[in-house]
C-alpha cells in the first residue's frame, strides 16, 4: 500500500510542541514523531492521543494528536523541527487560533517582529478553502515577481487545506524570499444564517475576522480575493493614509447603476457609496477600536435576508460610506465600458486609464480566466502564472 501522510505542527510554544500525524488511507495506524533542535534529536512522542477538534475537521477517529513538553535547556526555539520517525519529512508549522503567533521565513521559524518591521513590510490577507487554493497561488506569484524590494507578508486564512498544499507553498518559499502567516480556521468558525452557495463556502466571510486574527501592532492589510491578478507594482497603495476611513476601495460599478435601491435595501444612507469588497485596504486597527466585525455578525443574524452579495453587502451597509476611494486601476471590474448613469468618485479619464493599464485585475462573475471560453482581455496573466508553478516550481499533478 502506497500510505498517503497527512501531518502538521500546530502549536509551537516555549514549553512544548503540539500537532497530529496519520495516513488518511490507513486510520487504525498510529505514527511516531521525533522533535530535533537542530540535528540533535531531543525526543519522541507517539502521535495517538485523541482531538476533537480532528473529528471536527474529518480526520479519521481523531487519536492522531501528540505533544511533547520540551526539556529546560532548550531556549531557541528556530531550530526545532519534528520528523515523521523513520523519514526525513518534517512536519509543516500552521497557525491556529489562540495560540502563540508564528510566522514563516523559507524554513527559519521567527516569533516576533518588531512594529516599525510589521508596517514598513506590504501585507496581504487572503481567505480561501481548498477550492481556490490553485487561484491563490497564481496571485501569489504575481505578487512576488512584482515586489522583490520591499518585504511582503502573506497573511492566509484558510479552511480544509491537505498537507499537499503545504508542500506547494513550502516549494514556492524556496524560489521566493517572503513571509507567510498560516491561520487554520478549519472547524472553528460557524456564523448563522449566511448564504452560501456551489461557487462560494463559509470560507468568504473570513475576511471579517481579519483584524482580530493579525498582529495588533499591524495598521493595515490589504485584502485580495483569490480571482485577483497583478499587472506590476502596487506598493503606492500601502503608502495611502486610511487613519480617518475603515478601509480603502474602487466603487462596484455595476452595483453603482442601482445605488439608490441599493441604499435602501442595505439601509445605507443617501449619500453613502458601494465598494467592491474584492480588494480592500482595511484599516485594522480602525476596525477593532469600533467593533466592526460585532456589527457586522448583527447584522447578518438580523437582516440575512438583504444579503444579495453576501459579506461585501454587510460591509458596505455597516461601513456606511466611511471609505476612502482607491483610484480605479486598483481593481478592475468591468473590460468594457459601462454607461455611468450615477453620482460617482471617478472621471471617465479614471476609468478609460484603468482599463488600459490596470495594476490590479478583478475578474468578476462566475465566468473565470480559468474556464475555457472565458475572453477577458488580460486571461494569459493567469495563465502565465501558472505556468511558471507547474513548470519551475512543482508538477502540474501537485495542483487540484
Not at 514598513?120 to 490553485?134: G, P
Not at 458601494?274 to 437582516?303: H, P
Amino acid at each position: 500500500m502506497n500510505y498517503i501522510l497527512d501531518a502538521t505542527v500546530e502549536e509551537l510554544t516555549d514549553k512544548y510542541v503540539k500537532g497530529y500525524a496519520r495516513y488518511v488511507n490507513d486510520h487504525e495506524q498510529r505514527l511516531t514523531v521525533e522533535i530535533y533542535s537542530g540535528n540533535t534529536l531531543i525526543g519522541t512522542a507517539l502521535a495517538d492521543q485523541f482531538d476533537d477538534n480532528l473529528i471536527a475537521r474529518g480526520k479519521g477517529d481523531g487519536h492522531y494528536s501528540f505533544i511533547f513538553n520540551f526539556p529546560p535547556d532548550i531556549k531557541d526555539l528556530s531550530n526545532i523541527s519534528v520528523k515523521l520517525k523513520g523519514t526525513d519529512f518534517v512536519l509543516p508549522l500552521t497557525h491556529k487560533i489562540k495560540t502563540v503567533f508564528y510566522i514563516r521565513k523559507n524554513t527559519e521559524i521567527l516569533k516576533t517582529f518588531s512594529e516599525e518591521f510589521w508596517n514598513n513590510s506590504l501585507n496581504f490577507a487572503f481567505c480561501i478553502d481548498k477550492n481556490y487554493f490553485q487561484h491563490f497561488l497564481v496571485v501569489l506569484i504575481s505578487i512576488l515577481k512584482n515586489h522583490k524590494k520591499r518585504n511582503v507578508i502573506i497573511h492566509l486564512i484558510y479552511e480544509n487545506l491537505e498537507i499537499e498544499d503545504f508542500q506547494v507553498l513550502e516549494r514556492i518559499s524556496n524560489k521566493y524570499k517572503f513571509f507567510l502567516n498560516l491561520i487554520d480556521l478549519t472547524g472553528k468558525i460557524d456564523i448563522k444564517n449566511v448564504p452560501v452557495s456551489r461557487y462560494y463556502s463559509q470560507a468568504i466571510y473570513f475576511r471579517l475576522l481579519i483584524p482580530e486574527l493579525l498582529p495588533g501592532a499591524l495598521k493595515k492589510v490589504l485584502f485580495l480575493d483569490a480571482d485577483v491578478m497583478l499587472n506590476g507594482n502596487i506598493e503606492r497603495i500601502f503608502d495611502i493614509d486610511i487613519d480617518n476611513y475603515y478601509a480603502a476601495a474602487v466603487e462596484d460599478e455595476e452595483v453603482m447603476l442601482s445605488i439608490e435601491n441599493t441604499r435602501k435595501r442595505l439601509l445605507m444612507s443617501d449619500t453613502a457609496n458601494y465598494f467592491n469588497a474584492g480588494i480592500l485596504m482595511i484599516n485594522t486597527k480602525k476596525w477593532r477600536q469600533n467593533s466592526l466585525k460585532e456589527k457586522c455578525v448583527n447584522f447578518i443574524d438580523k437582516n440575512y435576508y438583504r444579503m444579495y452579495l453576501n459579506d461585501q453587502d454587510v460591509l458596505n451597509s455597516v461601513i456606511n460610506g466611511n471609505w476612502y476611494p482607491l483610484d480605479p486601476k486598483y481593481n478592475l471590474q468591468k473590460v468594457f465600458h459601462m454607461q455611468r448613469t450615477y453620482k460617482s468618485a471617478y472621471s471617465d479619464a479614471d476609468y478609460k486609464e484603468s482599463k488600459l493599464n490596470p495594476l490590479l485585475i478583478h475578474y468578476v462573475s462566475v465566468n473565470k480566466p480559468w474556464h475555457f471560453l472565458n475572453a477577458h482581455p488580460f486571461k494569459e496573466l493567469y495563465w502565465k502564472y501558472l505556468y511558471e508553478i507547474n513548470i519551475d516550481i512543482c508538477p502540474p499533478e501537485t495542483l487540484r
